[in-house]
């Protein structure tokens, strides 16, 4: 098995459906795993909305602590609305980290920020949910990456089946 790069921790989630978007996303950005503590998820697990079963192909999995079994090289990145954090537009994200997230109703705990590389934060006016908020981060971080892919051939593979559109050139349109 490879050494993961992306892992996303979330700190004791309490919304399904936050989780299966956190789920879905992971899918999107190709996090290779999500860790959770506490056990509000597990009570409502039953409900979710990972519409394109990331879940089947990303480990979800209960912890102790999102620190523990994490590779020497990894860095942790917590992300909160706290003071002194950088703004994610100035953050270069490292290689390899776990981007740690606080629960819906409450903030990270000081000892967790404690142990962060760095914290970030998404410079909004008002905060987001945690699942949009994961989107954010992970969409911040392929759109820094030099190795995104693009093109026809991933619009083909991603989009739904159901999904025909072509954009025509301006020649086409005249």
Known sequence: MTEPHVIIGLINPKSPTN??????????????????????????????TDTQDAMESI????????????????KVVCVE?????????????????????????????????????????????????????VNVVLYDRLAKSDTTQAGDDLIRQSRDSRNRLQVKSSAETV
């Open 19 to 48: 989780v299966g978007g956190v789920m879905r996303a992971a899918g999107c950005y190709q996090a290779d795993s999500v860790v959770y503590t506490g056990e509000r998820y597990d009570r409502a697990a039953r409900f979710y």
């Open 81 to 133: 609305l706290a003071l002194g954090a950088t703004p994610l537009p100035q953050f270069e994200h490292p290689e390899k980290a776990i981007y740690v997230f606080g629960p819906e109703d409450h903030s990270l705990h000081q000892s967790i920020a404690d142990r962060a590389d760095h914290v970030v934060y998404v410079p909004t006016v008002g905060c987001m949910n945690l699942a949009a908020t």
């Open 59 to 74: 480990p979800l999995t209960n912890v102790d602590s999102v620190f523990d079994n994490l590779p020497s090289d990894m």
